[in-house]
């Protein structure tokens, strides 16, 4: 059974910086994509960032150059630095993977998810 558990949330003043982490479990760390969402109250979800099974990262503009995704393999650990932090950006975040992938690209909605983690950055 695959599971998925977010750490790493919390309170936080603009500008500042948070890591979220995401361990994994039940399928080989690696052959899925995974990712980082995010939905603040009354909002659809965001995706905002995917890493693909070559590694390959595809980041929304929201958050380009102020997050970063990585993983650790050895620790079925998949991480999100998260830098210059604004209010805006306060939300459930939430890691996910997904097994399926279609002509090199990452089959959507993703269909593993953990509980989420929640941001919430203070003006």
């Known amino acids: 059974q695959v599971q998925l558990v977010e750490s790493g949330g919390g309170s936080v003043q603009a500008g500042g910086s948070l890591r979220l982490s995401c361990t994994a479990s039940?399928?080989?760390?690696?052959?899925?994509?995974m990712g980082w969402f995010r939905q603040a109250p009354g909002k659809e979800r965001e995706g905002i960032v995917v890493?693909?099974?070559?590694?390959?990262?595809t980041y929304a503009n929201s958050v380009k150059g102020r997050f970063t995704i990585s993983k650790d393999n050895a620790k079925n650990t998949l991480y999100l630095q998260m830098n210059s932090l604004k209010p805006e950006d306060t939300a459930m975040y939430y890691c996910?993977?997904?097994?399926?992938?279609?002509?090199?690209?990452?089959?959507?909605?993703?269909?593993?998810w953990g509980q989420g983690t929640q941001v919430t950055v203070s003006s």
């Open positions: 890493i693909d099974t070559d590694d390959r990262r």
């Open positions: 039940g399928y080989t760390y690696g052959t899925y994509c």
């Open positions: 996910a993977a997904e097994p399926r992938v279609v002509l090199g690209r990452c089959r959507e909605p993703f269909t593993y």
